[in-house]
């Protein structure tokens, strides 16, 4: 169990609707990530939010958006939905900024249909 | 335009046995490289990192090198156990100013046979 909490863990939904995956990182770490991983594909790296600021942003959409409050829980809020945006997104979460391990969520898997 | 990969996408190896994972990344601003394990169901977990300051680094049954000149780091575990049968991803992290921003490689698919 890394400590980091991802809901819901499945999601199924139609294009065209808006859905929000949320995330409670470790207790005591500040940063909290968002990956996707779509079929073969790798990890791609959405958005980085640390103590409830932007820190760093990646391949996110513009259909896409999160944000990190005071208690450092995230949402990944994924509007007007399309079937490619069926993927694994991950949250990840570590202390700070700099050079250190994430701890990963275990994923919550969306299918858009 | 992927940036790291890995060009084998499985792996099949006898228990005991040495388990060879090679990652390749275009960009000579990586310096920072990182590998992960993923079991079905779970979140990928930190294995093992690198900086490019350094050509070998080691923790256990997990060695990683990296070869700055051909682009390429490789992870070796000796010796493979069946427990170790997962999806390893390479990461690599591109300067100090990006944090622990990651870019993933797309994972090879380890078999560890009793």
């Known amino acids: 169990d890394s400590g980091v909490t991802q809901t819901p863990k499945h999601l199924i939904t139609a294009t065209g609707q808006r859905v929000t995956l949320r995330c409670s990182p470790r207790?005591?770490?500040?940063?909290v990530y968002w990956y996707q991983q779509s079929l073969d594909q790798g990890l791609q790296f959405l958005i980085q939010y640390y103590n409830g600021e932007e820190r760093a942003k990646g391949n996110i959409l513009e259909r896409f958006s999160a944000q990190q409050f005071p208690d450092l829980h995230s949402e990944l809020n994924l509007s007007s939905l399309e079937l490619g945006d069926s993927a694994l997104y991950f949250c990840a979460s570590s202390v700070g900024t700099k050079r250190e391990k994430l701890f990963f969520g275990s994923g919550t898997q969306l299918s858009v249909l | 335009d992927q940036q790291v990969k890995q060009n084998s996408p499985s792996l099949s190896v006898q228990e005991g046995r040495i388990s060879i994972l090679n990652c390749d990344y275009t960009n000579s601003m990586f310096d920072y490289f990182l590998w992960y394990k993923k079991y079905p169901a779970e979140g990928p977990t930190f294995l093992i990192s690198?900086?490019?300051?350094?050509d070998k680094n080691e923790d256990g049954r997990f060695t990683v090198f990296l070869n700055k000149s051909a682009k390429h780091l490789s992870l070796h575990i000796v010796p493979s156990q069946p427990g170790d049968s997962a999806v390893y991803f390479c990461a690599a992290i591109r300067g100090k100013a990006a944090g622990n921003k990651l870019t993933f490689g797309g994972g090879t698919r380890v078999l560890v046979k009793p």
């Open positions: 207790s005591g770490d500040l940063s």
């Open positions: 690198i900086s490019s300051i350094k």
